[in-house]
């Protein structure tokens, strides 16, 4: 990981300078347009600066579908409890793939190649209508790195024959990141994933009869969930094939909408193969508007639930150190940068929603202050999605894994039911995130 006092080094590598041009459509003379829109580095709706006080919600979509799948009496009340404690902005998934794979999500939105289910687009209408109703926005992610969706895996085994990877039956997750990493350069998948962002980006809503490039309720496409060029000792070469497919397919989507801004979906310098050179190189793009990033201590190794105590300092140092240093790197480019993901499982490394949430709660306002105060001092963090949304759902089965029919949760179907999601029974977070979304908000002027 680097370290605060590497940081000018890695920029002064990089050749980079703050100023980036955002292609994002430009604010109207009033200055109040309907839609997020760059204004330096941070965003601005409706004439005011505009803070994300966020949650992520992939399955928005699939509750609002019509058909069996669908449960648009939940997601009214996802929404409304979301609304309730000042979430502004959900993060949903656009477009699953149809796989073999056991831990993808079923069904899926695109059943092959140029096969999409209409239902599930449908229910991604409804999801948007609600949303521009209760005047929050969404960001949309048209890819998955990860096999939870089907995702870039799925569009190899279309185009190459080869197999869909599930990293949870290999348990070789090194070995998937540098095979997957082959969709950006495959001249097939890559034609095939833009007529599949030209479906999406050019959809007109069934619902209210809106064109999704004129619906300010979307407030960014992203090309995917937590893109990577590889595993962590990508090459040169495969670098350069990243930062370009990110370039090219972030100028493809503006030329088709020019009213929504697009953004990669990175997790930072952890999906970047720990190069700061990288990360500042594939964000400096004039089609890129912003930045993103996420922060996952248990997943990297630097926290143990099962050891809080002993493992808390150094987990909360590191966290300190890397929220900073990306917020210092969207300064130096002169973009806005959002935490959009973020998430700690419950007391006990527990996946019953009965099990307390007090670490959980301890680093979320750990996150929440360092954000905040940051905010406040006018650099470019723009705010935090966490990770993620259970509200009603609940796990139906004794080992915790998802099977296709159970409700759907913050937790995709390649982890167990309740290791990062946050219920609607889950007080003291509730509490938390309510509080938090409030301070942001009284810094939008």
């Known amino acids: 990981m680097i370290k605060m006092n590497q940081l000018g080094a890695a920029l002064a590598m990089a050749g980079l300078v703050s100023g980036a041009a955002s292609a994002a459509a430009p604010v109207s003379a009033a200055g109040k347009s309907e839609f997020v829109t760059v204004k330096n580095t941070h965003f601005a709706r409706k004439g005011k600066s505009y803070y994300i006080a966020g949650a992520n919600f992939w399955y928005g979509g699939y509750l609002g579908s019509p058909s069996g799948v669908g449960e648009r009496a939940r997601l009214l009340k996802e929404l409304d409890t979301m609304k309730a404690l000042g979430i502004n902005n959900?993060?949903?998934?656009?477009?699953?793939?149809k796989t073999a794979m056991t831990s993808a999500v079923r069904p899926a939105t695109t059943n092959g190649p140029g096969k999409y289910d209409e239902d599930l687009l449908a229910g991604l209408?409804?999801?948007v209508d609600e949303l521009g109703k209760r005047d929050m926005t969404v960001v949309l992610y048209l890819n998955n790195f990860w096999q939870w969706s089907g995702g870039m895996t799925q569009y190899l085994n279309w185009f190459e024959g080869t197999p869909a990877i599930d990293p949870n039956v290999t348990k070789d997750y090194d070995d998937y990141m540098a095979k997957t990493a082959r969709f950006y350069a495959n001249k097939d998948a890559q034609k095939e994933y833009r007529g599949t962002i030209r479906k999406i980006v050019g959809r007109v809503n069934s619902i209210n009869g809106k064109a999704y490039r004129d619906?300010?309720?979307?407030?960014s496409w992203q090309l995917a969930n937590e893109p990577r060029p590889g595993n962590g000792k990508a090459s040169d070469k495969e670098k350069a094939i990243y930062t370009k497919w990110?370039?090219?397919?972030?100028?493809?989507?503006?030329?088709?909408?020019?009213?929504?801004?697009?953004?990669?979906?990175?997790?930072?310098?952890?999906g970047s193969a720990q190069d700061a050179k990288l990360f500042m190189a594939s964000h400096s793009s004039k089609h890129i508007d912003y930045l993103t990033y996420h922060l996952w201590p248990k997943n990297w190794g630097w926290f143990d639930s099962k050891k809080p105590v002993e493992s808390w300092d150094g987990a909360i140092a590191k966290s300190r150190d890397y929220l900073n240093v990306h917020i210092d790197m969207a300064k130096t480019i002169g973009k806005p940068i959002v935490l959009e993901e973020f998430?700690?499982?419950?007391?006990?490394?527990?996946?019953?929603?009965?099990?307390g949430t007090k670490i959980r709660d301890r680093f979320y306002g750990e996150i929440f202050n360092l954000i905040q105060r940051r905010a406040a001092s006018g650099d470019p963090i723009a705010g935090w999605n966490f990770w993620a949304w259970g509200g009603a759902g609940r796990a139906a089965n004794a080992d915790y894994w998802w099977k296709q029919g159970n409700d759907f949760m913050g937790d995709p179907p390649q982890e167990e039911q309740g290791l990062y999601s946050v219920f609607d029974s889950d007080a003291s977070s509730l509490a938390l995130i309510k509080d938090h979304a409030?301070?942001?908000r009284s810094l939008q002027r």
């Open 125 to 127: 209408d409804f999801l």
């Open 438 to 440: 409030g301070k942001l």
């Open 343 to 355: 998430g700690l499982d419950r007391d006990g490394a527990s996946f019953d929603i009965k099990a």
């Open 90 to 97: 959900v993060r949903v998934l656009a477009v699953s793939e």
């Open 246 to 270: 990110i370039a090219e397919t972030a100028q493809y989507i503006h030329e088709l909408d020019r009213n929504h801004l697009v953004s990669s979906g990175s997790e930072g310098l952890a």
């Open 215 to 219: 619906d300010p309720a979307i407030m």
